[in-house]
């Protein structure tokens, strides 16, 4: 995460600087650096060099687990609805699974596909097949036909373990007969009679812990689990995640002062590597508790958090914004929460959570899946996901740059080396690719290409090398960075990463369709982007007619249901006689983006997602207005 000679540098001259300012008053200081003394010692004392010391020892959070149970086996580490375990009740599960894997012939480096919701069993599953070195790939149990066996058979697992719960079997019993013989073992009971009873192996399983021999030739630059991103070719991205990042996430909280007096509240799903790496290899590490939601509710979010006694939130958003719009109650701050960490918190949320909530303190962060470092505000900065001073990219190379809205593409100047943006202007975020980066930028399994258009060269000399995160910030004054958009084939809605080509590409195979376009539209007080299709019917070429039949509706409607998770379906749809094309080839957004569905701008009928009545309807200005006052819920 940081360069270490450079991160000592830096903290020798952060501890001068702490004496230097009492000496000399702090007067004499710009306010930015106050605050990157505050950075420094906060993050970097508490989590960066604790996290280095694990990489170089090779202690694995498996380690950390194994010292909490011994520390304190009666601690209560898991509470799921009416249920509660501790850390030796969790680690005698998870043993029992480690054996399980051992006697279903699993061994160190092979791969099991995880197909679980917020239960019990995919905490007991991650940790016992951490115990013997089996890789995990993290499922979308959301995922249907195509994408599901795609994102199955690119991990080229052993094979699946999947949940008890019917909702998410059926979908893996629908194509069973794609994955090449995989053997799906299932938890529970089942209808399906080829899926493999799991309950029988693990009650026969031994609960004592399996030697650490089953792990002593982990490195920390070998894969633990895949994580999947949105692709820009159409399906997701199995991203590599090695252990030294897991080693990372586990101490990412450090800077939280989570401890083990500390209990958690999660309700994100643990295929994100939100929930399953940050937030439960911290609470492992520490020996805290995890209250894990099977689904969020606004209306009990709470009442959860007060009976439980929660004093951490772990939060999107998306989530965060459906709290604050139940009705307020006297009860509102009569909980026990001292902090909330998370991403993609609006700022009149924040001021909710902050003011009516009476939640002190919120820790906004910035990171992605696949890359290898990230951001987060310590100092309450409303708005603000970290900060990049001209200090701290001593630690964390890094610039942003100018970069063209219409292509994405950076914008290089007449040496052909991109160009910086100034503070308060949108730059493109590039981390710069060290010898350790390219070692845990591994990129995407069977999709090795997708790694090298990350990559961008000749940023600030001629033969450098960045990483493009694909998102774009502004920093003001102080040196508080500000998410200002994401770039790329991508969106975000619902706390779920979007791909406008896997959306585009369902669309297309209607044969009443030539071509569709999936871009991202801001809806008023809502978190991220609504999906739009734009699209060209075959019969509009001949025709000035852009409107949809019944038939047509029916059909998008159906296909869409079908294929894609909701949150992926467009939210709204618009018919265009052609698309404008950039000197590349590729669909112009630009243009579309900006018109969004609002009527005054669309010269053509939109068409809206009643979620209600699971269909799309002609959009009148009316609607449209209660759609923007949020009366009528996307």
Same mark, same amino acid.
């Given at each position: 995460?940081?360069?270490?000679?450079?991160?000592?540098?830096?903290?020798?001259?952060?501890?001068?600087?702490?004496?230097?300012?009492?000496? @000399?008053?702090?007067?004499?200081?710009?306010?930015?650096?106050?605050? #990157?003394?505050?950075?420094?010692?906060?993050?970097?004392?508490?989590?960066?060099?604790?996290?280095?010391?694990?990489?170089?020892?090779?202690?694995?959070?498996?380690?950390?687990?194994?010292?909490?149970?011994?520390?304190?086996?009666?601690?209560?580490?898991?509470?799921?609805?009416?249920?509660?375990?501790?850390?030796?009740?969790?680690?005698?599960?998870?043993?029992?699974?480690?054996?399980?894997?051992?006697?279903?012939?699993?061994?160190?480096?092979?791969?099991?596909?995880?197909? =679980?919701?917020?239960?019990?069993?995919?905490?007991?599953?991650? @940790?016992?097949?951490?115990?013997?070195?089996?890789?995990?790939?993290?499922?979308?149990?959301?995922?249907?036909?195509?994408? @599901?066996?795609?994102?199955?058979?690119?991990?080229?697992?052993?094979?699946?373990?999947?949940?008890?719960?019917?909702?998410?079997?059926?979908?893996?019993?629908?194509?069973?007969?794609e994955l090449a013989g995989i053997p799906i073992y299932h938890f529970g009971e089942a209808d399906d009679p080829d899926f493999k009873p799991l309950d029988g192996v693990i009650?026969?399983?031994?609960?004592?812990?399996?030697?650490?021999?089953?792990?002593?030739?982990?490195?920390?630059i070998d894969n633990c689990c895949y994580v999947y991103t949105s692709g820009t070719t159409g399906l997701p991205k199995a991203a590599y995640i090695p252990y030294e990042k897991?080693?990372?996430?586990?101490?990412?909280?450090?800077?939280?002062?989570?401890?083990?007096?500390?209990?958690?509240?999660?309700?994100?799903?643990?295929?994100?590597?939100?929930?399953?790496?940050?937030?439960?290899?911290?609470?492992?590490?520490?020996?805290?508790?995890?209250?894990?939601?099977?689904?969020?509710?606004?209306?009990?979010?709470?009442?959860?958090?007060?009976?439980?006694?929660?004093?951490?939130?772990?939060?999107?958003?998306?989530?965060?914004?459906?709290?604050?719009?139940?009705?307020?109650?006297?009860?509102?701050?009569?909980?026990?929460?001292?902090?909330?960490?998370?991403?993609?918190?609006?700022?009149?949320?924040?001021?909710?959570?902050?003011?009516?909530?009476?939640?002190?303190?919120?820790?906004?962060?910035?990171?992605?899946?696949?890359?290898?470092?990230?951001?987060?505000?310590?100092?309450?900065?409303?708005?603000?996901?970290?900060?990049?001073?001209? @200090?701290?990219?001593?630690? =964390?190379?890094?610039?942003?740059?100018?970069?063209?809205?219409?292509?994405?593409?950076?914008?290089?100047?007449?040496?052909?080396?991109?160009?910086?943006?100034?503070?308060?202007?949108?730059?493109?975020?590039?981390?710069?690719?060290?010898?350790?980066?390219?070692?845990?930028?591994?990129?995407?399994?069977?999709?090795?290409?997708?790694?090298?258009?990350?990559?961008?060269?000749?940023?600030?000399?001629?033969?450098?090398?960045?990483?493009?995160?694909?998102?774009?910030?502004?920093?003001?004054?102080?040196?508080?960075?500000?998410?200002? #958009?994401?770039?790329?084939?991508?969106?975000?809605?619902?706390?779920?990463?979007?791909?406008?080509?896997?959306?585009?590409?369902?669309?297309?195979?209607?044969?009443?369709?030539?071509?569709?376009?999936?871009?991202?539209?801001?809806?008023?007080?809502?978190?991220?982007?609504?999906?739009?299709?734009?699209?060209?019917?075959?019969?509009?070429?001949?025709?000035?007619?852009?409107?949809?039949?019944?038939?047509?509706?029916?059909?998008?409607?159906?296909?869409?249901?079908?294929?894609?998770?909701?949150?992926?379906?467009?939210?709204?749809?618009?018919?265009?006689?052609?698309?404008?094309?950039?000197?590349?080839?590729?669909?112009?957004? =630009?243009?579309?983006?900006?018109?969004?569905?609002?009527? #005054?701008?669309?010269?053509?009928?939109?068409?809206?997602?009643?979620?209600?009545?699971?269909?799309?309807?002609?959009?009148?200005?009316?609607?449209?207005?209660?759609?923007?006052?949020?009366?009528?819920?996307?």
């Amino acid at each position: 995460m940081y360069q270490k000679s450079t991160m000592w540098t830096v903290i020798a001259g952060a501890i001068t600087g702490l004496f230097g300012a009492s000496y @000399l008053g702090i007067k004499f200081w710009a306010p930015w650096v106050v605050y #990157d003394l505050k950075y420094i010692w906060t993050v970097m004392i508490s989590s960066v060099l604790p996290m280095l010391s694990d990489i170089k020892k090779r202690k694995l959070p498996i380690d950390r687990f194994q010292e909490t149970v011994k520390r304190d086996p009666k601690k209560t580490m898991l509470i799921v609805e009416k249920s509660s375990f501790s850390y030796g009740e969790g680690n005698a599960r998870a043993n029992k699974i480690a054996h399980s894997a051992l006697s279903l012939g699993l061994k160190r480096g092979d791969v099991v596909a995880i197909i =679980l919701a917020n239960e019990p069993d995919f905490i007991w599953t991650i @940790l016992g097949l951490q115990k013997v070195g089996v890789q995990m790939a993290f499922i979308n149990f959301n995922l249907r036909n195509e994408s @599901l066996v795609h994102v199955i058979k690119v991990a080229e697992p052993k094979m699946i373990f999947v949940s008890r719960e019917k909702d998410i079997q059926n979908p893996v019993s629908d194509i069973k007969n794609e994955l090449a013989g995989i053997p799906i073992y299932h938890f529970g009971e089942a209808d399906d009679p080829d899926f493999k009873p799991l309950d029988g192996v693990i009650e026969e399983s031994s609960d004592q812990d399996v030697s650490e021999e089953f792990r002593k030739e982990i490195k920390m630059i070998d894969n633990c689990c895949y994580v999947y991103t949105s692709g820009t070719t159409g399906l997701p991205k199995a991203a590599y995640i090695p252990y030294e990042k897991v080693v990372k996430a586990s101490w990412a909280l450090a800077a939280l002062n989570i401890s083990k007096d500390d209990i958690i509240y999660t309700s994100l799903p643990l295929y994100h590597s939100a929930a399953s790496l940050l937030t439960v290899e911290n609470v492992i590490r520490t020996g805290a508790t995890v209250v894990l939601k099977k689904k969020f509710s606004a209306s009990q979010f709470i009442r959860d958090c007060r009976d439980h006694r929660v004093t951490v939130v772990h939060y999107v958003g998306e989530i965060l914004r459906y709290v604050a719009a139940t009705p307020p109650s006297s009860s509102d701050s009569d909980h026990c929460i001292r902090c909330a960490f998370g991403n993609g918190l609006r700022r009149d949320v924040w001021k909710v959570m902050s003011d009516r909530f009476k939640i002190p303190h919120i820790y906004e962060f910035y990171a992605a899946t696949e890359m290898p470092v990230g951001m987060v505000n310590i100092s309450n900065k409303l708005g603000a996901v970290g900060r990049m001073s001209p @200090l701290l990219k001593m630690t =964390l190379p890094s610039e942003f740059v100018l970069y063209d809205q219409a292509t994405e593409d950076v914008v290089r100047n007449k040496d052909g080396l991109c160009v910086l943006a100034p503070l308060d202007t949108p730059g493109l975020l590039l981390l710069k690719l060290n010898e350790r980066r390219r070692m845990t930028f591994e990129g995407y399994k069977g999709k090795e290409s997708e790694r090298k258009k990350k990559l961008v060269h000749d940023v600030i000399v001629p033969g450098d090398c960045y990483i493009n995160t694909g998102d774009a910030f502004t920093r003001d004054k102080d040196y508080f960075v500000y998410f200002a #958009d994401r770039l790329g084939d991508t969106f975000r809605w619902k706390g779920e990463n979007v791909s406008t080509t896997e959306v585009a590409n369902i669309l297309v195979e209607l044969d009443i369709l030539t071509d569709a376009c999936v871009y991202g539209v801001e809806i008023p007080d809502n978190e991220g982007k609504a999906g739009m299709a734009a699209v060209s019917l075959k019969h509009s070429l001949k025709t000035d007619d852009l409107s949809l039949t019944q038939e047509q509706i029916k059909a998008i409607a159906q296909i869409s249901e079908k294929h894609l998770p909701s949150y992926a379906r467009p939210r709204f749809i618009r018919v265009v006689k052609e698309f404008e094309y950039t000197s590349t080839f590729k669909q112009s957004k =630009l243009r579309l983006k900006q018109e969004g569905y609002d009527l #005054d701008k669309v010269d053509s009928p939109v068409y809206y997602l009643n979620c209600k009545e699971n269909t799309y309807k002609e959009m009148t200005p009316e609607i449209e207005k209660q759609i923007n006052s949020g009366v009528i819920k996307m």
